[in-house]
């Protein structure tokens, strides 16, 4: 006998799916899991997920990979569509990749470290900036870095959290014309409307993290998107438009991009927890009809011609489609989980079309008007990402933070370069904040933060400092040209901390040039200078060093990465001179005579 979820079916397809599939192997892998429910570690579900890196499109994908880690060309990834970075990482979600798979990873990274705009969210600019920020595009990126495992990673968080506040219009959002114009998934490309595709995507993402481990934040944008999506009859898809309603909505595809179709808008309720609503009814219906004789469904929408591999044949039964058709019908029998609901959202508090109360401010191009000011609780117990999973033993946290978190910082590490060339864009002042932010949060000795930044802008300074940044006979041509200059000087005038100053200011240089890594800027440390020369130009007091200087721009080169020395090198055990590790070692001598040796007795700690 058949189960509950598969009494609806005109035939099983399920024996058909199981079936190994050179060509699609993903969906094997993904029945086993989602539909069979077979564990990770089951030998089946092991030897299918490896079939999908041997064949089918997504090795196929991965040959077309930059070293780097990225696809077509360096940069945020976008364009060209349905070939650059942003696309594979979709698709290679979709289509079940291993997210332990090197080269997985590396695109992952590449896309996490180029496509991310200050504000947190990623964009769709080949410069990433805020105004390049939709909901399409981040909802499918979410999703499918948390398939991929790194749900634990801070960029991910932090743009979760954007995608959350910009739904709802709370905490600060600013919105712009040419990408998400306001609250409610209003969109430029949507006529400045609240978009439909963009709602389904957003709650896609919001969806996939447990509800357990949802921020305040978010659990109000899943509200606000539920009523939202039921605010219309998913069978209908007339959420608001500016010319008509797309027959997208109507063929059901595989993979999809930043459209949608009935499928999937019924799949993400589904998952939200509303699988019982009344209004979907008609979507179900719509769902089952569209099934043959044998309960399988067609591949009525393709990207094939577009993407490196093709997948599937249109117009044929799609082993793809019934996938998720099957996923829709057994999400909606299955044992609802705790904070998901089997009931009508509440819509009391979001409008129909989408819009919010908030407090987040519109770009109008001449001046920000503020929206309606929040009165309710949520402005106090709303405390952003930040809380993600706190004081909760959260599996799915605590295995991307064990997994993701260290190796997302050791390619930070690795990816930054000295950039000596630079293009003319001037650095945003958001990201100059940022940077000079993550200064200001390094360690230092007694934490008496000797550090002080200038920040350079003017041409002319600019130039003045460029002409005495040099050793001896060579000055460095990227000062002059680089848009912005950090000077780091440090205070001197303590002379028992003085010892320290270098090692304190060049921590704090340190941080900033990994935050501009992590923004997509380009810096070069500058320690040839003529300090005497620019300490007058920038008018820097005698009790203040110079301890470096920053060149800071966008990157007009990509250069290979240098050479390291290895390990066994550099690396000595317990003692200088030692090379194996656990080897028996003894200390050596102390300099000094009988009074070195009094003096060091007399030492106590402290913890300063």
Request: charged fraction near 25%; aromatic fraction near 8%; include cysteine.
């Amino acid at each position: 006998m058949m189960e509950d979820w598969r009494q609806a079916l005109n035939g099983d397809p399920l024996p058909w799916l199981l079936e190994p599939d050179p060509h699609n192997p993903g969906v094997r892998y993904l029945a086993l899991r989602e539909l069979s429910s077979l564990p990770a570690d089951d030998p089946e579900v092991l030897e299918a997920r490896a079939a999908i890196m041997r064949t089918g499109p997504v090795p196929a994908i991965l040959d077309a990979q930059y070293p780097a880690g990225y696809w077509v060309k360096p940069g945020s990834g976008y364009s060209p569509k349905y070939r650059s970075t942003v696309w594979q990482i979709m698709f290679l979600a979709e289509l079940g990749a291993d997210p332990a798979d090197e080269r997985v990873r590396r695109g992952c990274e590449y896309l996490l470290s180029h496509g991310i705009a200050v504000n947190g969210a990623f964009s769709a600019l080949q410069r990433p900036v805020p105004a390049g920020a939709i909901h399409c595009l981040n909802g499918n990126l979410l999703s499918a870095l948390l398939r991929l495992g790194y749900a634990g990673d801070p960029r991910v968080q932090a743009a979760l959290d954007w995608q959350a506040r910009a739904i709802t219009g709370e905490g600060g959002v600013h919105y712009y014309r040419s990408g998400t114009s306001g609250p409610g998934f209003a969109c430029a490309a949507n006529g400045g409307l609240p978009c439909g595709w963009g709602a389904v995507k957003a709650m896609k993402a919001l969806a996939a993290v447990p509800p357990h481990v949802r921020t305040p934040a978010m659990q109000w944008a899943v509200e606000a998107g539920a009523a939202f999506l039921l605010s219309r009859d998913p069978a209908v898809a007339d959420y608001p438009y500016v010319e008509r309603v797309s027959s997208t909505w109507f063929k059901f595809g595989f993979p999809l991009s930043y459209w949608s179709d009935v499928l999937e808008v019924t799949a993400v309720l589904v998952d939200l927890g509303y699988g019982h609503d009344p209004q979907l009814t008609p979507a179900l219906r719509l769902i089952l009809g569209k099934q043959d004789e044998r309960g399988r469904w067609r591949l009525e929408n393709s990207l094939n011609g577009k993407m490196w591999a093709d997948v599937e044949q249109k117009r044929q039964p799609s082993k793809w489609v019934t996938l998720r058709a099957l996923r829709v019908l057994k999400g909606r029998i299955r044992d609802q989980g705790p904070g998901t609901r089997d009931q009508e959202p509440n819509r009391s508090r979001r409008t129909t079309s989408g819009g919010t109360t908030g407090s987040g401010t519109r770009d109008q191009g001449s001046g920000t008007q503020p929206l309606p000011p929040d009165n309710s609780p949520a402005a106090q117990r709303d405390q952003g990402l930040e809380k993600l999973g706190e004081n909760q033993e959260s599996e799915w946290m605590s295995q991307a933070d064990a997994t993701m978190t260290p190796e997302a910082v050791l390619a930070l590490l690795k990816g930054r370069r000295s950039i000596r060339r630079y293009r003319p864009d001037p650095v945003p002042d958001e990201m100059v904040e940022q940077l000079l932010e993550a200064g200001r949060w390094a360690p230092s000795a007694s934490n008496r933060q000797p550090w002080a930044f200038i920040v350079v802008r003017d041409e002319a300074i600019r130039r003045e400092v460029a002409k005495h940044a040099a050793y001896y006979f060579i000055r460095w041509a990227q000062v002059e040209e680089a848009p912005l200059l950090i000077v780091l000087c440090g205070d001197a005038r303590n002379r028992i901390y003085r010892q320290f100053l270098h090692e304190d200011v060049g921590l704090a240089g340190s941080q900033i040039m990994l935050q501009a890594k992590a923004l997509g800027l380009g810096t070069c440390w500058i320690g040839g200078l003529d300090r005497k020369a620019v300490a007058g130009i920038l008018r820097v007091p005698d009790t203040m060093d110079i301890v470096g200087l920053l060149t800071v721009g966008f990157p007009a080169e990509d250069p290979e990465p240098r050479d390291r020395k290895p390990l066994a090198e550099i690396v000595h055990y317990d003692v200088y001179g030692n090379r194996q590790k656990g080897g028996a070692v003894t200390p050596g001598r102390l300099p000094g005579g009988w009074l070195g040796r009094l003096l060091r007795r007399l030492r106590f700690n402290i913890r300063p």
